[in-house]
T-cell receptor, first 112, second 119 residues
Framework: DQQVKQNSPSLSVQEGRISILNCDYT??????FLWYKKYPAEGPTFLIS?????DKNEDGRFTVFLNKSAKHLSLHIVPSQPGDSAVYFC???????????FGKGTKLSVIP | EAQVTQNPRYLITVTGKKLTVTCSQN?????MSWYRQDPGLGLRQIYY???????DKGDVPEGYKVSRKEKRNFPLILESPSPNQTSLYFC??????????????????FGPGTRLTVT
């Protein structure tokens, strides 16, 4: 049973437009959420995170939104750049735990 | 420079030949973990370690062993590799200390990956 779902395997966006990547989770005990970015032939790198006490966290072009009632989070990238083309994983964990549960990833392609 | 290193980066082996993939970190992190990445399945945790001499199974531990004799190293051992263990493997670390360590405490630092092919 998948606890973290990224229902879009891929997404294509024009350069300069907004990219919105979505993630749904089922376990209400999850209270910390992270996004990772992965280029081919490299390990995932941390991008941005949010704790359950917030509903929004912003870092430059990247904003993560959390809707706890819907058990849904999203990553907004504005404006999108060709260098953002990568696979994006969302991950979650519960209080006091360091075990991250990952989604299957969404491949973002930003078209120049 | 903060680093997680893995060796080898690429390995082709045959069924049944024991192998070890090493993982080393220079950040003094308590928590270390191994993942495998397969197409359509994302990242799945194999084993993790909360500290020296403390290891536990993740979601897909079958066919793997680990050890944590010292804080910086966390090798992944395949005693008798099989073709279904062909995958991309990542080692990762977390600083630990929970929320008291700040919001960065849950961020994982990943190694560059090891591409394993078992024929």
């Amino acid at each position: 049973d998948q606890q973290v779902k990224q229902n879009s395997p891929s997404l294509s966006v024009q350069e300069g437009r907004i990219s919105i990547l979505n993630c749904d989770y089922t376990n209400s005990m999850f209270d910390y959420f992270l996004w990772y970015k992965k280029y081919p032939a490299e390990g995932p790198t941390f991008l941005i995170s949010i704790s359950s006490i917030k509903d929004k966290n912003e870092d430059g072009r990247f904003t993560v939104f959390l809707n706890k009632s819907a058990k849904h989070l999203s990553l907004h990238i504005v404006p999108s750049q060709p260098g953002d083309s990568a696979v994006y994983f969302c991950a979650t964990t519960g209080a006091g735990s360091y075990q991250l549960t990952f989604g299957k990833g969404t491949k973002l392609s930003v078209i120049p | 420079e903060a680093q997680v290193t893995q060796n080898p980066r690429y390995l082709i082996t045959v069924t049944g030949k024991k192998l070890t993939v090493t993982c080393s970190q220079n950040m003094n992190h308590e928590y270390m973990s191994w993942y495998r990445q397969d197409p359509g399945l994302g990242l799945r945790q194999i084993y993790y370690s909360m500290n020296v001499e403390v290891t536990d199974k993740g979601d897909v531990p079958e066919g793997y062993k680990v050890s944590r004799k010292e804080k910086r190293n966390f090798p992944l051992i395949l005693e008798s590799p099989s073709p279904n263990q062909t995958s991309l493997y990542f080692c990762a670390t977390i600083r630990g200390r929970g929320l008291q360590g700040g919001v960065g405490s849950y961020e994982q630092y990943f190694g560059p990956g090891t591409r394993l092919t078992v024929t």
